[in-house]
């Protein structure tokens, strides 16, 4: 079997490519290394490519640009993958704003170019796409709230976000609005073509090789920070907005799970649940805990757009795919980052 994966180099991508090459997979990457020209050198992507290279025989990179619709229309005729796996993207909320053609060119016309193809070539071949929650905008803020003492938290609802919510007439973001369009481009595509599309929106997605920087990537460039002894700023909310934690193997883990039960253009929000959410303040806490105290300002003013609390229903998840569990709990997740960085201290 042959997977094709793009974003290779990054968190979920290469998690997937480990995934499938140690199930026995011959699996192509797509990434160029456009994270280090978005957010420097510490954000390149080449030390994980290096390694997937040499630890994998049957990994074959290819140094391509999503937005090259020739280049990617001849690598899917080509190749005919059996799998696709799209998680190359322009991923910062924040970074969107400075660079808005790139962020959709790469986000939106980059996934139009590998569906459109995979229509014309492979049409019955399951694709993934890694959308965002982001696509929510800032609705999730206008939910009831109430504010304890480390977090803030849903009033009336413990489930947490389902896919039921609009994604309409709110504040996105110029990065969740070119989300937004793959998103529903890949609907379109799935239920208009009847194609085995899956969409889903991630919350925090999260592990040790997480190329973090300040602007992306919370949980590990916090771990980084604390374990390092660098300066990190909380952005507002007091520092107790939410999050919900899933380890990018568990993700890579539950694609090969669409894979084997497929569906037309569905829709899932992905992330840890209520069970792996935590607030900044209380990540703070927990490194303290484990011996790392972190350097860290407050600043009052919160990110455009940003969610207040975000914990998603995994409730449809868990019914289409009741196989797939997640290995990583909240402190397991904790630990596998803090281990990743102890040399670098």
């Not at 016309?109 to 995979?118: E, K, Q, W």
Request: proline fraction near 4%; charged fraction near 25%.
């Amino acid at each position: 079997m042959k997977a094709l994966v793009t974003g290779s180099g990054g968190l979920i991508g290469s998690a997937c490519v480990r995934v499938l090459c140690d199930e026995g997979w011959d699996v192509i990457g797509v990434d160029n290394n456009v994270r280090g020209w978005l957010f420097g050198p510490t954000a390149s992507i080449q030390p994980v490519v290096d390694t997937l290279v040499s630890d994998f025989p049957t990994y074959n990179h290819r140094d391509l640009d999503i937005r090259d619709r020739l280049a990617i229309r001849d690598l899917i005729r080509t190749e005919q993958p059996d799998f696709i796996i799209h998680c190359a993207a322009q991923p910062s909320h924040d970074k969107a704003a400075s660079v808005p053609f790139d962020d959709f060119d790469i986000n939106a016309v980059g996934t139009l170019n590998l569906i459109a193809s995979a229509r014309e070539f492979i049409k019955d071949s399951p694709f993934c796409f890694m959308s965002t929650n982001k696509v929510y905008g800032d609705r999730p803020n206008f939910l009831p709230l109430i504010e304890k003492e480390t977090r803030w938290d849903y009033d009336g609802n413990e489930d947490g976000i389902a896919e039921d919510m609009s994604i309409d007439q709110c504040l996105h973001s110029l990065f969740g609005v070119s989300k937004v369009a793959a998103d529903v481009l890949c609907q379109e595509y799935g239920r208009y073509y009847q194609m085995p599309v899956g969409i889903f929106r991630g919350g925090c997605l999260t592990g040790p090789l997480h190329a973090s920087v300040e602007l992306h990537g919370y949980l590990n460039y916090i771990v980084r920070c604390a374990v390092g002894g660098l300066d990190y700023t909380v952005f507002g909310y007091k520092g107790k907005q939410v999050r919900d934690q899933i380890h990018a193997d568990d993700v890579a883990r539950l694609f090969l799970q669409f894979f084997q039960n497929p569906r037309c253009g569905e829709v899932y929000n992905l992330g840890g649940g209520r069970q792996n959410s935590i607030s900044v303040l209380e990540t703070i806490r927990a490194l303290a805990d484990r011996g790392y105290k972190l350097r860290w300002k407050y600043d009052d003013c919160a990110r455009k757009g940003d969610h207040i609390c975000y914990i998603s229903n995994t409730a449809k998840l868990q019914s289409h795919f009741p196989n797939w569990k997640m290995q990583y709990d909240l402190p397991r997740i904790l630990d596998d980052i803090v281990s990743h960085y102890i040399p670098a201290r």
